[in-house]
């Protein structure tokens, strides 16, 4: 079982509390996005912008990490979707990473923040993490080169899945990094779904939505076409 983001349904998108949450209920991965900020820092971030989910506005790409650091990513975050039209009341962990709102039990207050994907990696040793490089290239290119850097610094080639909707991401990613398994972007898995041209060799993991707008993608025929040509489906 994997949860996305952190379990997004049930926690803030992309958050230590929803890692330490997800983790705590048993998945066998952790799932999250990665980017860089203006600084460097890779952070596990979905949004080009903090906007959707926290109280500030603005691309990651323009902000230190202190100044995403510092931001609540929980603001936003309702037991029923991460929206702006609910009431007060309805915002569960709004100020908890301000200080305005006391935790949940086990909980601190820089769990409901934009964090490193260092400091997540380094909390979670014993979990799969399915890593997707947000972005296109050129611009991604750096935040795959600093991936594959953290990879090799935390010995982490064992235990990574790495993705990204761009191939030339995932591929550049792959040079850097060859022991990591990576999955196809998304040139390649909607040819393998139209016309089952196999992914380039050492991507074995698709990832694949249920259905995408009008096509039924995982069906029965794909799973076992898949397995039979050596392929493992997320």
Known sequence: MLAHAGGDNTSP??????FNTSAALGVDALDMDVQLSSDGVLVVQHDATVDRT?????????MT????????????????????????????YRGVRTGAKPP??????????????EQIARRHPDFVLNVEIKGTAPAALPAATELARLTASLHLEDRLVVTSFDDVVAEAYHAAA???QITPGLSAST?????????PAGQTILQLPPSYESIEVVTPAMVAKAHADGLVLW
């Open 54 to 62: 926290t109280e500030a506005t603005g691309a990651v790409a323009s």
């Open 178 to 180: 060859p022991r990591v």
């Open 104 to 117: 949940p039990k086990g909980a601190a207050a820089d769990d409901f923040a934009i964090t490193s994907f």
């Open 13 to 18: 998108h992309d958050t230590p509390y929803g």
């Open 191 to 199: 040819a393998y779904v139209l016309s089952g041209a196999l992914p």
């Open 65 to 92: 990490y202190d100044q995403l650091h510092a931001l609540d990513a929980g603001y936003w975050f309702t037991d029923t979707c991460t929206c702006k039209d609910q009431p007060e009341s309805a915002y569960l």
